[in-house]
């Protein structure tokens, strides 16, 4: 990891739904000034929505940290989603597609996990949840010049 010339960490608190707008506007803006392709911004966008949906909504609220990755030609963006509401105590449950503690669709969790590269819950009943996912922009190689 390095210094890169892309905006440093930050993080914004989710509190209400204004906060959830702000942080998919500030999820896509990043991932778009680390190359990432228009697919790849909805698709870390759409993670972003759902995993700061449930920490505003089973989280009670907390907040995200953003933090653009620079591994030379890589570039990736890491969230991490905090809240320190119940916890999930069943995390394969959680993970199922379908399954909800209530009224919602229970594809947030599932669907999260299948648009990003890495995807880690560390939950303790009583203390609360983080979640973290990160994703890659796919590197084009350079074009070459044939001599
Ligand atoms: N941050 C969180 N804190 C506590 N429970 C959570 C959290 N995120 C998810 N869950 C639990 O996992 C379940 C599945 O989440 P999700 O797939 O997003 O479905 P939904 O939000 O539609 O219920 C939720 O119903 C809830 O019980
Ligand atoms: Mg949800």
Request: charged share 20%; no cysteine.
């Amino acid at each position: 990891m390095q210094a890169s010339r892309h905006a440093g960490p930050a993080t914004l608190p989710i509190g209400s739904d204004a906060d959830l707008a702000w942080v998919r506007q500030q999820v896509r803006q990043t991932a778009a000034e680390l190359g990432f392709g228009l697919v790849q911004q909805t698709k870390i966008v759409t993670a972003a929505s759902e995993l700061a949906r449930n920490t505003l909504v089973h989280g009670g609220g907390g907040h995200v940290r953003i933090t653009p990755l620079d591994a030379g030609q890589s570039h990736g963006l890491r969230l991490d989603f905090v809240d320190t509401g119940p916890g999930i105590r069943d995390l394969d449950q959680a993970l199922t597609d379908g399954y909800t503690s209530g009224g919602g669709l229970g594809l947030g969790l599932s669907g999260a996990k299948r648009l990003v590269q890495e995807f880690e819950v560390d939950s303790r009943p009583g203390e609360g949840t983080t979640v973290t996912v990160t994703a890659w922009a796919t590197v084009v190689p350079p074009s070459r010049t044939v001599p």
